[in-house]
């Protein structure tokens, strides 16, 4: 005889997490009927799911081939590169208003090259590579900066001749990736 999803223990059995077996707990998977915690349990639509269940539901949405997801992250790469050249160097104003449509080029690019496949962490990955890129295009203005600041007389503000070389670039790479994750999530 096999228990029902909405079976309920008698009152004086006690029920543990299946995860935290340390933790008393009543709750239920609505799908699954797993006993779970409330550091377990997920709120959606139709009730408290167990993580795992969440998980096995969207992996329906993440269909990309390891393939497609190296190649949509070498088209970040590529393009981030390339942007994270550009648009520092465009001052404060360049870098305001073509940040964020760079990024939603590239993560749309990245997706086409992808064949409109989905990576359940391919969006996280971008993130860290647009940065990576801002980063690596633009290493003699920080080593400048870097040295500059070593080197300055006494009497020279610093921070201001830091923020205005390193803001730019810090501020592009934040933009970016915020539109990238945006497109690829």
């Known amino acids: 005889m096999t228990e029902a999803p909405n079976y309920a223990p008698p009152a004086d059995e ?27 349990a997920v709120r959606t639509e139709v009730g408290y799911r167990c993580r795992q269940c969440v998980y096995q539901q969207q992996d329906k949405f993440f269909k990309a081939s390891q393939q497609e ?19 520092p160097r465009l001052f404060l104003i360049g870098v305001l208003f073509l940040s964020l449509p760079a990024g939603v080029a590239i993560g749309e690019l990245a997706l086409r090259a992808a064949k409109r496949q989905r990576g359940r962490y391919v969006p996280q990955i971008a993130i860290g590579l647009v940065i990576l890129t801002a980063l690596i295009a633009n290493i003699s ?3 400048d900066a870097i040295t ?17 070389e390193l803001l730019p670039i810090g501020l592009h790479a934040a933009l970016c990736s915020a539109a990238v994750f945006g497109r690829l999530r």
């Open 14 to 40: 006690k029920t543990f997490c299946a995860v935290h077996t340390d933790v008393e707990t009543a709750l239920r998977c609505n799908r699954c009927a797993r006993y779970m915690c409330p550091r377990c």
């Open 69 to 87: 997801q190296i190649i949509s992250l070498a088209v970040v790469f590529g393009l981030s590169l390339v942007a994270g050249f550009i648009v």
């Open 141 to 143: 203005v920080i080593g």
């Open 148 to 164: 500059f600041a070593q080197r300055a007389p006494r009497g020279v503000n610093v921070g201001t001749h830091l923020t205005q």
